[in-house]
């Protein structure tokens, strides 16, 4: 599969090139370092960092968002406490993915998640990267399947804590809610 | 049907309006006076009394231009916020007091909420990715399932606080300053690009761009720098929702709508994903009392309204508190 992160009209050509090419370079990188530890993501065969192109292995399933629509509870659960499991491990090798929503989580024949498009994640060791993913996770829910949210969240953060224990998940969790909280109405001091 | 008349009041930062409203759609009048510190950003004590003082002026003629009296006011409404709670407190003692004395009924309206639907109201959208950027603000959502859920912000400062703050310390002064004089910048410097998912941040990249100046970079291309990086960001992360929610319609309201750029921008996006791109006009992209108004009759008519005892101000409201009963 072709993966080409095509020129955006509306963005500065400076700005443009050194986005997609950034992009490109940092998302071969860790994938290949996912892929070393177990975690399921696409492998990128070959990259041409002239076209910002990625030749990479193709999943054969359908988006979360889309399976969501359609999909048994126990389904949902399992999907989600599986996601929760590879999300602890992926965070616990350092790596936030910063995009993590429905549409970027691949489920395939057999009920499971792979992750995909990592060209906004980064090596990290704050906490507060891998809140973020959380919480885009779960707004990502809430704007579209509002009312699965709270049960796919709870299977999720059990996966979640069975990697990285119980501790660490509720503090993580705190971070989430700090998260949401912030960012509503905030002005800078004196401006 | 009888047509419903209603006043709005808002308060939440640097304005204080009052803006008459009717419930067929019409905006009869959207009076308002601005605090202008005479240097730096908002203070929010001084911007509340520059309220107090001119609360009652605006009032009047807010009513004068409606060519209405007192008594034909069927519900006063107020910004509860989320805003500046020295501000909001203003507006909501001159609300509740004018319900009070009148014994109508009191509407506590979102801020947020009311910027988005003065925008329907003014260009017939219906169902939108909506854009919101302003001094205070910056968030993507849109309607579902009865709410306006988020689905992306800024994880710490508003674009428009980003770059009025850039301005202020450029010497140049607040928006739309740092566009104009961007006009005249001729070399892009790479400032920090901060998108996660579909939310944005924005206090980096003012550093950075606040560092530049100190080391003498041109005021020029930094601040073309600053305003063409912001602009980027927002523009990809409303491109990244509409294909999310597979919508296509556009609304961008807010202050930043006036920003020519940064409309410019959003156009060619839209023009790219074939989606439809409806701007409010900008005597309602500021904050202003007729939005407040509109918005208070929605509410209202949705039989939406709060006592005087429930009317505290809610300086950190959130948007998808609030259900939205009058859309389908």
């Known amino acids: 599969m072709l993966k080409q992160r095509s020129p955006k009209r509306y963005r500065r050509r400076e700005i443009d090139e050194q986005i997609r090419r950034q992009r490109t370079a940092h998302e071969a990188r860790i994938i290949r370092r996912l892929h070393g530890i177990g975690i399921p993501v696409p492998i990128v065969f070959f990259i041409d960092l002239a076209s910002s192109s990625l030749y990479m292995q193709r999943i054969r399933g359908v988006e979360l968002r889309s399976y969501l629509a359609n999909a048994k509870q126990r389904y949902i659960r399992d999907v989600a406490e599986k996601l929760g499991r590879i999300t602890a491990q992926m965070h616990r090798d350092g790596i936030a993915h910063g995009d993590l929503t429905l549409s970027n989580i691949i489920i395939d024949e057999h009920h499971s998640p792979w992750i995909a498009d990592f060209g906004l994640s980064a090596f990290t060791q704050d906490i507060e990267d891998y809140a973020v993913d959380i ?52 002005v800078r001091e004196g401006a | 049907m009888k047509r419903f008349i209603c006043l709005g009041i808002e308060s939440t930062a640097h304005t204080f309006g009052v803006g008459v409203a009717g419930s067929d759609g019409s905006i009869l009048s959207n009076a308002m006076r601005v605090y202008k510190p005479e240097k730096g950003g908002i203070h929010p004590r001084e911007a509340s009394q520059h309220h107090a003082r001119h609360a009652l002026e605006v009032v009047r003629e807010a009513l004068e231009k409606a060519r209405l009296e007192p008594s034909d006011i069927d519900v006063i409404a107020f910004s509860i916020g989320p805003g500046m709670g020295p501000c909001l407190r203003t507006g909501a003692t001159v609300a509740r007091a004018i319900a009070a004395t009148l014994g109508k009924p009191l509407v506590g309206v979102n801020h947020s909420i009311a910027h988005i639907e003065v925008g329907k109201l003014a260009t017939g959208c219906r169902d939108p990715v909506v854009l919101y950027v302003a001094g205070g603000n910056t968030l993507i959502t849109a309607l579902v399932e009865g709410r306006y859920r988020i689905l992306g912000e800024t994880l710490d400062i508003a674009a428009g606080n980003c770059l009025d703050s850039f301005g202020i310390a450029a010497g140049i002064g607040p928006m739309p300053q740092p566009e104009i004089i961007a006009r005249e910048g001729k070399r892009i410097h790479s400032l920090p690009y901060k998108v996660k998912g579909m939310d944005v941040s924005f206090s980096g990249l003012l550093t950075a761009a606040e560092r530049l100046l100190e080391e003498g970079a041109a005021v020029a291309d930094v601040a073309l720098s600053i305003t063409e990086t912001v602009y980027s960001m927002l523009v990809e992360v409303l491109e990244r929702a509409l294909a999310y929610l597979e919508k296509s319609e556009i609304l961008l309201v807010g202050g930043l709508a006036r920003s020519r750029r940064l409309v410019e921008m959003i156009r060619l996006m839209c023009e790219d994903h074939q989606a439809k791109l409806h701007i409010v006009p900008d005597e309602y992209a500021g904050d202003n009392g007729a939005m407040i108004a509109w918005t208070g009759l929605l509410y209202y008519m949705a039989g939406m309204t709060i006592s005087l005892e429930e009317s505290h101000v809610r300086p950190r409201a959130r948007i998808d508190e609030v259900d939205v009963r009058w859309s389908p």
């Open chain 1, 135 to 186: 919480h885009l996770l779960e707004r990502s829910l809430e704007s579209t399947y509002p009312n699965l949210r709270r049960a796919f969240m709870a299977s999720f953060m059990r996966g979640y804590s069975s990697i990285v224990g119980r501790e660490y998940a509720s503090k993580i969790l705190e971070k989430v809610r700090e998260i949401r909280m912030r960012g509503r109405y905030v």
